[in-house]
């Protein structure tokens, strides 16, 4: 019978802990592979419409790098990332999956490839969206998709509740 302060216990304990922080670890410094089966012949404008804020989305997007620029309005007719608020949209486009039912859908995006090429992409978000979720659908637009088994807090994660702003392992310029 082991004792609850028994040093076979402690020896356990410890080690349970020791792999739970290596497991996570791990996690936070593995590589991550981003797809990206499209990309841009040029550096892409960013679009916003009406009521769409860019300040922050554009700030983070070219911290890290990526290949855009801000337009001070609507880019109608111009081959470009164009950013609108509009819940009919996200209905439109949401996966009709019975998973994706539990799964909250901030933005949506629809983008046109042409012999690899991206050549138009359109993001709808949620009225009220975070910037996690613009710079998120903005980086589909840029080509990139979402990783297998990404770690919580990566920029491309599926599941908005666990998106975040930190890690942009594999999205590449």
């Known amino acids: ?13 410890l080690v349970a802990a020791v792999a739970a922080a290596v497991f996570v670890g791990w996690g936070r410094v593995r590589s991550v592979e981003v797809p990206r089966p499209a990309r841009w012949a040029h550096v892409a404008s960013v ?11 554009m700030r983070l ?8 620029r801000a337009e001070p309005g609507a880019c109608d007719g111009r081959s470009a990332i ?3 608020i509009s819940e009919a949209d996200i209905d439109r486009l949401r996966p009709s999956e019975a998973t994706w039912d539990a799964v ?19 993001v709808y978000v949620a ?11 903005v980086a589909h637009c840029l080509g990139h998709d979402h990783p297998r088994n990404a770690p919580t807090g990566h920029v491309m994660h599926p599941d908005y509740a666990r998106l975040g702003l930190s890690d942009w392992r594999g999205v590449t310029p």
Not at 107 to 122: A, H, K, M, S, W
């Open 1 to 13: 019978m082991i004792r609850y302060n028994s040093p076979w216990l402690l020896a356990g304990g």
């Open 47 to 57: 679009c916003p419409g009406p009521g769409v804020r860019l300040a922050e989305p």
């Open 61 to 68: 997007l070219l911290t890290h790098e990526q290949a855009v």
């Open 82 to 84: 164009h950013v609108e």
């Open 104 to 122: 909250e859908v901030r933005g949506v995006y629809e983008r046109t490839i042409t012999l690899g090429t991206i050549t138009d992409c359109r």
């Open 127 to 137: 009225d009220g969206a975070d910037t996690a979720a613009i710079v998120h659908e």
